[in-house]
Structure formats: C-alpha cells, structure tokens
C-alpha cells in the first residue's frame, strides 16, 4: 500500500486548508485511516482518524475545527482544517492500518504552516 499526501501549503491565522491522501497498491476499504503531525522539536502526535465505516476520532485541540472524511470508491482520504492556528503548523502526515491501534502504512507528509 502506498499512500500520497498532499494539500499542505503556507496559511494564516483563521485561514482554512484539506490535506488529501490517495492509497494504491493492495488497498482495502476495511482499512483505519489517519492523520499524524510533526512540529519542529517534537513527537509526531495523533490528530484525527477514521474507521473503515466512517467513525471518526479527534485530538482535543482540533475538535471542531478539523473534519477527516474518506471515498472509498476514490480510495482518498481528506482533512480539511478550518480556523487554522500557529500550533498547527507541522508536517502532516497520513497512515492507514488493519487497527485503530497500528499503523502500517506512512504517507511522505506534507508541510503546513499557519503564520500569526
């Protein structure tokens, strides 16, 4: 499985940006999916995830302004991110896996940052 992120850019404050992710290669539907970020100087962190049936989970600060949602027949997975903040600037990163709990497929990342 090969995963394509993409959608990252320079923002500002208030702004909004969707983050894509395109999976090939032997992919599967019953795949978890997720975001993943990285700021300079820190951990990657969980941000937001989606099941194979399209529930949905948050990192507290993004609830409510971050929404992830997949195509299944696309084989996509989006993250659009309103009211953007400086904290969010980070390399994005997606992933799919078998489990909420395990990921084992990385996408390359994408670079986001929200200027003050």
């Known amino acids: 499985v090969q995963l394509q992120a993409s959608g990252g850019g320079l923002a500002q404050a208030g702004d909004s940006l969707t983050l894509s992710c395109a999976a090939s290669g032997r992919t599967s539907n019953n795949y978890h999916m997720a975001w993943f970020r990285q700021a300079p100087g820190k951990a990657r962190e969980f941000v937001a995830a989606?099941?194979?049936?399209?529930?949905?989970s948050y990192i507290d600060s993004v609830k409510g302004r971050f929404t992830i949602s997949r195509d299944n027949a696309k084989k996509t997975m989006n993250l659009q991110m309103n009211s953007l903040k400086p904290e969010d600037t980070a390399i994005y990163y997606c992933?799919?896996?078998?489990?909420?709990?395990?990921?084992?497929?990385w996408g390359q990342g994408t670079q986001v940052t929200v200027s003050s």
């Open positions: 992933a799919a896996g078998v489990s909420g709990s395990t990921w084992n497929y």
């Open positions: 989606i099941t194979w049936s399209s529930s949905t």
